[in-house]
């Protein structure tokens, strides 16, 4: 089972063949640069995926970065930053390595970053330590004159990528098709659509603009009952784990959560199946998330019958159903910070924050349930090389690797999320 050491240790195991069973490729190993020189989601967890045609490409940055060691890249980091002081903020995801970590000045999730980006108005920059969708959402959420910065423009989410816009407007057609789109005489309509924040802008956009909103593995339950208000179903996507688990616990019926798979007819299903559907699934899912088996948790139990065992929402319904307990990253982080006894936990996801919270709270014993668990790949593409690359050009006066959301999706997408962050997390 993995334990502190570092991801480094676990990918070079991988690479010389140590480790076995892994989907992890022995590429993540190598510079991102040269990882990126060839399209894909990167090594790892996700190259089962598809990518799509138009996904951006990060471009050669200048040698010295490449060339530079660890050592040498920290000092540069840590020298550009105090010198743009108030200037810049720097955001890190939680599934990012500690190496990019340690320079941020905030560390969290996507909602919690998604504030953060709000609460500098001041700042120039935002560079955003985490992937494509969440970079778009603080351009969305920051003033016109700040520039939120990806340090590498590969830095994508498969699962993102699994519902196209033009894949939702065609199946909200369908939808519509069946149904209409205009209140009963309850005053619900027939369905709204939920996305969660792991979608492009152009999908937060088409919510905000059918009267729909975001949510994060944080809120998802508000914004379900934020939904169910104002119609008779919901389609939820892209992430069908997410939708399935939180409707799941919110007492819907599993058999009135049909699948939509956007390549076929109705997703797949009859007329009628939607007719009596709750929640729509969006026929998505998280690559990282999805290893997560009962198997596991049983060999967790096997091991330690005290272990305590926490996942993410993201992971299938029958792993979340034989865990303890499953929630988001926020809810994972405090549910470790709040155990006042020495405790063991197992932990269902990404590899980077279980280490980093394994280090931290030495206290507990605090092990990954995935033996051989792949770092995000998109995410892992975030290296101290791009972030120096990135923070000096600012000191020279050159904005590099600018995500801008266009201004006719950027207006619907912040009514959307304005009515998620209006909805109150439930940790
Ligand atoms: O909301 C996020 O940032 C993600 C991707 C997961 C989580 O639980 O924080």
């Known amino acids: 089972m993995t334990t502190t050491a570092s ?49 951006p490409r990060q471009g050669e940055i200048p040698q010295e ?13 840590v020298a550009a930053k105090a010198r743009l002081g108030e200037r810049v903020v720097l955001l890190g995801h939680h599934y990012q390595r500690v190496e990019v970590v340690e320079h941020a000045d905030y560390i969290g999730d996507s909602f919690m970053l998604a504030q953060a980006a709000l609460d500098h108005p001041e700042a120039e920059a935002i560079v955003f330590c985490g992937v494509h969708f969440m970079a778009e959402t603080a351009d969305i959420l920051s003033s016109p004159d700040q520039a939120v910065l990806l340090p590498n423009l590969a830095a994508g989410c498969s699962m993102a990528d699994m519902a196209t816009i033009d894949q939702v407007e065609d199946c909200w057609e369908q939808l519509a098709q069946l149904w209409g789109t205009e209140p009963d005489a309850s ?64 007492g819907i019926d599993p058999e009135a959560m049909p699948l939509w798979n956007p390549r076929r007819p109705l997703g797949n299903n009859t007329a009628e199946a939607l007719e009596d559907s709750r929640v729509i699934l969006w026929q998505g899912f998280c690559s990282v998330h999805k290893r997560f088996t009962t198997a596991q948790i049983a060999a967790a139990r096997a091991q330690n019958p005290e272990v305590r065992v ?60 995935d033996p051989v668990v792949c770092p995000c790949s998109t995410m892992y593409r975030i290296h101290p090389g791009y972030i120096a690359w990135v923070l000096e050009a600012l000191l020279a006066g050159e904005v590099v ?19 998620m962050l209006a909805a109150k997390p439930r940790i």
């Open 7 to 55: 991801i480094e240790l676990t990918l070079k195991d991988i690479s010389a063949g140590r480790t076995q069973g892994a989907m992890c490729s022995s590429d993540l190993v190598d510079a991102p640069w040269d990882v990126d020189a060839s399209p894909g989601y990167g090594p790892g967890a996700s190259t089962a995926d598809p990518i799509p045609a138009a996904a």
């Open 65 to 77: 970065y490449r060339d530079a060691s660890d050592a040498q890249l920290r000092e540069r980091i």
């Open 187 to 250: 005053g619900k309509v027939p369905v709204i659509p939920v996305t969660y924040m792991n979608s492009s802008a152009a999908i937060k956009g088409f919510c905000g603009r059918n009267g729909g909103i975001v949510c994060t593995s944080s809120n998802a339950e508000v914004v379900l009952s934020w939904a169910f208000e104002r119609g008779h179903r919901v389609l939820f996507f892209p992430d069908q784990h997410l939708g399935r688990n939180t409707a799941i616990d919110m």
């Open 310 to 369: 926490i996942v993410h929402p993201e992971c299938p319904r029958e792993t979340v159903a034989a865990a303890d307990e499953s929630g988001s990253t926020a809810y994972i982080t405090k549910a470790i910070e709040s155990a006042a006894e020495p405790t063991s936990f197992a932990i269902g996801t990404e590899i980077n924050l279980v280490k980093r919270l394994a280090a931290e709270h030495p206290q507990h014993t605090i092990t990954c349930l």
């Open 401 to 419: 690797n600018r995500i801008s959301v266009d201004a006719e999706v950027a207006a619907p997408a912040r009514v959307a999320l304005d009515r």
